[in-house]
């Protein structure tokens, strides 16, 4: 503020004078009225009375006026100032009420509004089917073992004793890669896990080998009801000492009533595989008439098992001694057995699709039938 200054005149400051006060409050008052919302009254304020406003620097000059001066000017910027900021108090809370019942408006949730209810998608049931089979061996202390799909010719097959005359390394059963040199094709089943699991960490009295491989796998087969070039298959090996057919009988016993509920058996088959021997198919229990061969009214034979008692499920055998020799395992020492099932085939069986394709058509409708809705 500035002191009293006796070379000052008084009638000269020129933000006292009547006309000036009066023009500034009007100027206040005009910006008050034009401030649309809180944010632009806040800027009006700091102008017209924020401490470089016309009003503020005025009232700041009474005190340089001479005593007698000073009541008059007092008044007359006094008065301008209260105007302004009872205007600014009233526009204030218009503003104010005005917010708050935009707020109420845009804001607002309409409770009755139809919720979105379209599913955000289902896991599909191959997935939670790989990982239902890894379970119930995981379950026996089992470990889960993967190998790649593009696979190296040698361990695909002639690791396993398929040897290079064996029909399903020609071009009609088998995708190769090119370039052909390299070697590589696309695995037709699932057991080049098994050569790859005995090769990498071996076999010894303290870590024999019990490990379940589920996987993609490819052959050139037609695209219908019951074939598909690419399936998955469900691999299992056990490598222990002393380990004999019975193992595996009752393994797969254990695994088909897990999958298809109590009382549905295996029954082995006489079969060959170059990397097992002996060999068998494995056959279920049929799982609609229980083994009967016969339909619901027991008048004609069932159509699943077409009167058998029995429906195939897999390959199986004991582990060929020269499967372990060549994945260097001592076979006069250890023994082992090994099965394959298809997992689309398995899944069918379990859930009575009719059509293989149903599992790859991605039909969402489909997938969250098996209850996976995410
Ligand atoms: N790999 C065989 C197939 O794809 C299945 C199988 C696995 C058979 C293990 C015996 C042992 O048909």
Same mark, same amino acid.
């Given at each position: ?98 917010? $708050?019942?935009?707020?109420? /408006? $845009? ?52 690791? !396993? ?19 052909? $040199? ?48 690419? @399936? ?15 193992? !595996? ?25 170059? @990397? ?5 198919? /494995? ?39 020269? /499967? ?24 069918? @069986?379990?859930?009575? !699709? ?6 790859? $058509? ?13």
């Amino acid at each position: 503020m500035s002191g009293p200054n006796s070379d000052y005149d008084p009638v000269e400051v020129t933000p006292l004078k009547a006309e000036e006060v009066e023009a500034a409050r009007d100027a206040a008052l005009a910006a008050i009225a034009a401030a649309a919302d809180l944010e632009q009254l806040k800027t009006v304020r700091l102008d017209h009375v924020g401490d470089r406003s016309p009003l503020a620097l005025a009232n700041r000059e009474i005190g340089a006026l001479p005593p007698a001066a000073r009541k008059e000017a007092g008044a007359r910027v006094g008065q301008a100032r209260g105007a302004v900021n009872k205007a600014l108090g009233e526009r204030q809370a218009v503003l104010e009420t005005e917010h $708050e019942a935009r707020i109420l /408006v $845009e804001e607002a949730v309409d409770v009755t509004l139809p919720v979105d209810r379209r599913p955000a998608g289902g896991r599909h049931p191959l997935t939670t089917g790989a990982e239902l089979i890894a379970d119930i061996f995981v379950a026996m202390g089992w470990e889960v073992a993967e190998g790649p799909v593009i696979e190296a010719e040698w361990l695909n097959f002639d690791a !396993l004793n398929l040897g290079p005359d064996h029909p399903a390394r020609t071009m009609q059963d088998t995708f190769w890669t090119d370039p052909a $040199e390299n070697h590589l094709v696309l695995r037709t089943h699932t057991s080049p896990v098994q050569a790859r699991t005995m090769l990498s960490r071996g076999v010894s009295e303290d870590a024999p080998i019990y490990v379940v491989c589920p996987g993609r796998v490819f052959r050139t087969d037609e695209y219908d009801a019951t074939h598909s070039p690419m @399936f998955h298959q469900v691999e299992g090996l056990a490598i222990d000492k002393g380990i004999t057919m019975a193992h !595996l009988k009752g393994t797969l016993d254990h695994f088909a009533g897990q999958m298809f509920g109590e009382g549905i058996n295996t029954r082995f088959r006489p079969s060959y595989f170059p @990397f097992t021997e002996p060999s068998a198919e /494995v056959d279920l229990v049929c799982f609609v008439c229980r083994g009967t061969g016969l339909n619901d009214a027991g008048t004609d034979p069932c159509r699943t098992c077409r009167g058998e008692g029995w429906i195939e499920w897999g390959g199986c055998g004991m582990v060929n001694p020269r /499967v372990l020799r060549a994945c260097g395992i001592d076979a006069d020492t250890y023994s082992g057995f090994a099965f394959g099932m298809g997992i689309e085939r398995t899944l069918m @069986f379990r859930h009575g !699709l009719e059509d293989l394709r149903t599992l790859f $058509e991605g039909d969402v409708r489909f997938t969250t039938a098996f209850g996976s809705e995410l």
